[in-house]
């Protein structure tokens, strides 16, 4: 069976990282790449439904354009990832999904009762 962390594409990609990754205390160095863990995948899906939802703005930039469907289908593919996952996070990873849906969900219902007023 394949494994992906003794993989050679793997150690690839970790050396890369390491080679790209700032020294300590460097937070401004070039070539900073955030750490590969749990949250690089579910953040992004977390910040589109935000921008979608119209809470999230580029700051300086336009007013953001709201699109309820699209919220609503990274919610869901948030939700089909803590589905599929289920039994295989940390404590912490789950917490943190939990804790997104929730607050994706939330925004939701109440971006949903403004538009329906």
Do not use: H
């Amino acid at each position: 069976m394949w494994n992906w962390r003794t993989s050679s594409t793997s150690r690839a990609v970790s050396s890369r990282a390491s080679r790209t990754a700032a020294p300590p205390g460097d937070p401004e160095g070039p070539g900073v790449l955030p750490p590969l863990d749990f949250s690089s995948i579910v953040l992004p899906f977390y910040t589109q439904a935000l921008l979608k939802l119209g809470l999230l703005s580029e700051p300086g930039g336009p007013e953001p354009e709201v699109n309820m469907d699209l919220a609503r289908r990274l919610i869901d593919i948030l939700t089909l990832l803590k589905d599929r996952t289920k039994g295989n996070l940390s404590s912490e990873e789950e917490k943190s999904l939990d804790s997104c849906l929730q607050q994706l969900r939330m925004a939701y219902l109440q971006k949903s009762k403004v538009i329906a007023i």
